[in-house]
């Protein structure tokens, strides 16, 4: 199905954006309009991306940490005109994590839809706009943030309005969480929000980013995925010695000689398949499709031999079939004309839920052969160098919480399908592993189901602005997304 049923046509949306962007007062109403809650949701995703809130801040900024308090405060403000409250908790200054809660009866657990609104860096160059411009061009909104993950947010602040208005009577509360720090490890936002203030999160459900709504070059929604796991991200170093002097007289053992001679070992290490329930149901769900018939048989049949066959027949499906290791930064050497006296290599690792790091390091130095090593913390590293120490080390810079899969049969995953039925009725919704990592691992660690979704259909091209240069979503999209997204949370909550 089309993009464009849910709304009257994308120059309608346009209109309405304009009428919308100087307005914040609006009349009580009891049904959706949905025209006019798209292009709100349009406005309000405008507004956010204006906000600078990049994090790290860029090096131009004149700002040592980024800024999200003063954007979640223009959204309590705009929530307080629909009579909703909102509570503002920051972890450090201008680290602002916000709560807001429309009440239902209580008869059930309230559900949770959660966005981060801190941005990763740009290259201003790059960009065929401003990128803090929120300019809208050809029915496209461009900007940092627009997909990730403001746009999540602008529509959950949506969908938290249009049920205050609606005086629909609600037998779970419905709340909203806008957090700070997610692209810099969650420290400060939702972690800190679940370490501090869990009271104020306790639910059900997390609708959290994780997925995606698919497009194809006709504009029809062709694929609805959502994630109920996610790897596990960690970071790890391996430090090697070497024999220091001057270059002139060169002397084994050379550390960058070692190095290479590890790393080309290591090119050929690989941790075991291991098909999870997830990613079974994930091939089980898209073995159908035409464009996976020459695969349709291996996705189909389950056991390791053609999970095997599927990971060598895909980077994608060898991500989500089994832990991968890639060195990402190589360091070493002090002088042009001084033999470096050690060399070390960062390790960026995503584990399956329910690995372990300690495992995969161990595995790793019994394929290289290391007869003695050490496995340091970080904080460990520079005591244990002082020692000189003639042996390598691993050294965990990032061990991430190992969060399990959220169960694949619930009452929001039902929902979510009905809901997607309706609205797109030729698309699959598929259940994905994201390789990536997300704030949902903080509650998953916890118990409390998690799914990543993201409300607002995208070509393939589109979908790859995210993290990258001129990041961009259709107008009609976000109208769209959120016409899903309440009804998903009506099923949930009505």
């Known amino acids: 199905m089309g993009i464009g049923r849910a709304a009257k046509t994308r120059k309608g949306i346009l209109v309405a954006v304009l009428v919308f962007s100087g307005c914040t007062t609006l009349p009580q109403t009891r049904n959706p309009d949905w ?17 600078d809130t990049i994090n790290p801040p860029q090096p131009d ?34 680290r602002g994590n916000l709560v807001a809660r429309v009440r239902g009866s209580g008869e059930k657990r309230p559900i949770l839809l959660m966005a981060h609104v801190d941005a ?13 411009s929120g300019e809208i061009r050809d029915g496209v909104l461009w900007g940092r943030g627009a997909l990730d993950d403001k746009g999540m947010a602008a529509a959950a602040v949506q969908v938290l309005r249009m049920l205050a208005r609606s005086g629909l009577p609600l037998r779970r509360d419905v709340l909203v969480m806008l957090n700070a720090d997610e692209e810099s490890g969650g420290d400060y936002g939702a972690k800190f929000m679940r370490d501090r203030h869990g009271e104020k999160l306790e ?46 007289v060169p002397r084994p053992p050379n550390a960058v000689y070692e190095m290479a001679r590890i790393l080309a070992k290591l090119e050929s290490f690989e941790t075991p398949i291991r098909v999870t329930q997830t990613v079974a149901a994930y091939f089980a769900a898209i073995a159908g499709r035409p464009e ?112 399990p899969a959220s169960p694949l049969e619930t009452e929001a995953v039902r929902a979510i399908r009905e809901v ?27 118990g409390v189901s998690c799914y990543g979704i993201h409300p607002c259909p995208t070509t393939d091209e589109e979908r790859a602005s995210v993290h990258n240069h001129n990041e961009r979503v259709r107008v009609d999209s976000v109208a769209w997304g959120v016409r899903w997204l309440y009804e998903i949370v009506v099923e949930l909550a009505r």
């Not at 025209?35 to 906000?51: C, K």
């Not at 740009?122 to 706009?129: K, L, S």
């Not at 609708?207 to 790890?236: C, H, M, V, W």
Request: hydrophobic residues 45%.
């Open 120 to 132: 990763v860096n740009v290259d201003t160059r790059m960009w065929e706009v401003p990128p803090l």
């Open 203 to 248: 639910c059900e459900f997390v609708l959290n980013e994780g997925g995606r709504i698919a497009l194809d070059a006709q504009g029809r929604i062709t694929q609805i995925s959502l994630s109920p796991a996610e790897k596990i991200y960690n970071d790890f170093r391996l430090w090697i010695p070497g024999a220091s002097g001057h270059s002139s």
């Open 420 to 446: 997607s039925k309706r609205l797109a009725p030729d698309a699959a919704v598929v259940p994905t592993l994201l390789t990536g990592a997300t704030d949902s691992r903080f509650f998953r660690e916890k």
């Open 292 to 403: 996976n018939a020459a695969w349709a048989e291996w996705m189909r049949a389950g056991d390791a031999e053609s999970a095997g066959r599927l990971a060598a027949a895909k980077p994608e499906y060898n991500a989500i079939l089994r832990t991968t290791v890639v060195p990402t930064v190589v360091k070493g050497g002090i002088r042009v004309n001084v033999l470096p006296p050690s060399v070390e290599v960062n390790f960026n690792a995503r584990l399956l839920p329910g690995e372990k790091l300690r495992e995969l390091i161990d595995a790793m130095a019994r394929h290289v052969g290391f007869e003695r090593f050490d496995v340091l913390r970080a904080a460990e590293f520079e005591s244990w160098l002082a020692r000189k120490p003639s042996h390598p080390a691993f050294i965990i810079d990032m061990e991430d919480v190992d969060a």
């Open 35 to 51: 025209d006019r809650d798209g292009a709100e949701a349009v406005a309000t995703l405008q507004a956010m991306i204006r906000f």
């Open 61 to 94: 900024s004149g700002r040592r940490n980024a800024d999200e308090t003063t954007l979640l405060r223009w959204v309590a403000r705009e929530l307080a005109t629909d009579g909703i409250d909102s509570d503002l908790y920051e972890s450090a200054p201008g």
